[in-house]
């Protein structure tokens, strides 16, 4: 980039001398010009007289001091373009038709300049003490007039060298100008380079490091474009080490959920494998807790099935019209049988029909998970699943008189494998995944779960999803039915 920049600056730098070049050279010539024609059509005023006169010696006098004063060449015509006198004396009596003088003798003109090469075969090197082929002049032609009739011309011829030399040192003071411009522009944009690209080279280098390890950081300075960009690479490598944390502690969790049942399954059987004479009450209870292992071990694969479908969206919901308040009195009604074996109560309190937008088995599931959850750590007391609408939502609430949940337990219960009462969890069957799949579905269906909890006083889950809309006619039919 600063070889480019410096290529551009120094690609402008010499179109600006070019263009200044040209324009200066562009001004003095015209200025030269003017002002030396302007001196031409005054001499051949001047020296009208003398050639009506024939005055041959004082004219001759007169053109050679004024070409030294005008600093170039005089030429006097007749009316037939023949040189009568030249300053140098050399191309007097030669005809030379200049176009110059065919314009101010045959056009008519008042006055008549062009540019020309001075070469050797026309004396300019004598004349100008100049041998270059290829210097350029300037041809100036003005007609001599005595009462109103063209008597001859005056040709005046000056070199442009001077107007060349003029430019070549304006062109070499401007091209020290640049150059020392130049140095200075570069000396300072590698300087402000370094000092730019400095957080860009370390941002580099530590994705490179990225690469090979985990937790890399930058250093951030100011406030910049340079300082957000590595805020949001700090927040990405943040991003990503939460990520492999979380993925370290989910195989671990998961290879000793699925490898505590098959050795406790394995122990069994061995025990059995090597009794000669098992008995057979003991065999049927080994086989019991062979079975109770196989369904837990079951259960963890099927969740974990079912997080890794969530976490690739590989089954989309199927989206309706879905009566929450049914399928609340429907979980209850399964897990009942549950609540009655530990003695706890499970009530529902649902006053009016609530629709959402979901599918309604995973709505269901979710119920269902909560409901199983509070009852597990409920042992007396009461379990009431509540439902509502508020605002635009629909409001679930799951509230028991369990354990609790300790402070600093909550902001984790969601979490994947988490388990407040790690071996209570383990004596009831559960996975550590029940209330991560519950969050997943409630998200999945665009809402939200928020726990409320006192350890020793119980627990309360709150589930908003929003509402399907209005209530259609079959709604309030179905209302009516659950009324009677």
């Known amino acids: 980039m600063v070889a480019i920049y410096l290529l551009v600056t120094l690609i402008a730098l010499l179109a600006i001398s070019f263009i200044v070049s040209m324009l200066v050279e562009s001004f003095l010539v015209t200025q030269r010009t003017q002002t030396q024609l302007e001196e031409t059509t005054r001499l051949a005023l001047e020296i009208a007289p003398d050639m009506d006169a024939a005055n041959t010696g004082g004219l001759y006098e ?4 004024r070409a030294q004063e005008m600093g170039g060449r005089l030429l006097v015509m007749d009316a037939d373009a023949v040189v009568q ?3 140098a004396s050399y191309q007097t009596g030669f005809r030379l038709p200049y176009r110059e003088v065919r314009d101010v003798l045959i056009g008519g003109k008042e006055a008549s300049f062009g540019f020309h090469k001075i070469g050797r075969g026309e004396g300019g090197e004598a004349a100008w003490g100049f041998v270059d082929d290829s210097v350029w002049a300037v041809y100036y032609a003005a007609p001599v007039t005595v009462d109103g009739v063209y008597v001859g011309a005056v040709v005046f011829s000056a070199l442009l060298q001077d107007v060349e030399d003029s430019v070549s040192e304006i062109i070499r003071q401007i091209t020290i100008a640049f150059a020392l411009i130049a140095v200075t522009m570069s000396i300072l944009t590698f300087a ?14 530590a994705i490179r490091r990225m690469g090979r390890q985990t937790g890399v950081r930058v250093d951030i300075t100011g406030s910049d474009e340079m300082a957000e960009l590595g805020e949001a ?11 492999d944390r ?6 671990s969790n998961a290879s000793h959920e699925l490898k505590t049942p098959l050795a406790t399954m394995k122990l069994l059987s061995e025990s059995i494998l ?3 004479n098992p008995d057979p009450a003991l065999m049927k209870e080994f086989f019991g807790d062979v079975n109770h292992e196989v369904d837990r071990l079951s259960r963890v694969i099927s969740d974990l099935l079912r997080m890794v479908k969530f976490d690739q969206s590989e089954e989309p919901l199927a989206l309706g019209r879905v009566r929450l308040d049914r399928i609340a009195r429907e979980a209850a009604e399964r897990l009942r049988p549950m609540a009655h074996k530990k003695n706890v109560g499970l009530a529902v309190s649902a006053p009016e029909p609530v629709a959402v937008m979901g599918e309604a088995s995973r709505l269901d599931q979710v119920v269902t998970n909560l409901v199983e959850n509070a009852l597990k750590y409920t042992d007396r007391g009461s379990v009431r699943v509540s439902l509502a609408r508020d605002g635009e939502d629909a409001l679930l609430e799951v509230r028991d ?12 219960v969601f979490e994947r494998f988490y388990r407040v009462d790690k071996a209570r969890s383990r004596e009831t069957g559960g996975t ?8 997943k579905i409630v998200a999945l269906h665009g809402g939200d779960i928020k726990v409320e909890s006192e350890p020793g006083r119980g627990s309360a889950f709150f589930v908003r999803i929003p509402l399907a809309g209005e209530e259609d006619e079959a709604d309030e039919e179905i209302e009516a039915d659950d009324a009677d």
């Open 401 to 412: 008189t369990g354990i609790g949940i300790p402070e600093e337990a909550i902001p984790h």
């Open 85 to 87: 006198l030249d300053s």
């Open 233 to 243: 690479f700090n927040r990405m490598s943040e991003q990503i080490e939460a990520h």
């Open 274 to 276: 090597y009794d000669q």
């Open 62 to 65: 007169l053109i050679v001091r």
């Open 432 to 439: 550590g995944l029940g209330l991560a799949i519950v969050e």
């Open 246 to 251: 979380i993925r370290d502690e989910f195989v």
């Open 192 to 205: 402000l380079s370094r000092v730019v690209t400095k957080p860009i080279v370390e941002l580099t280098g």
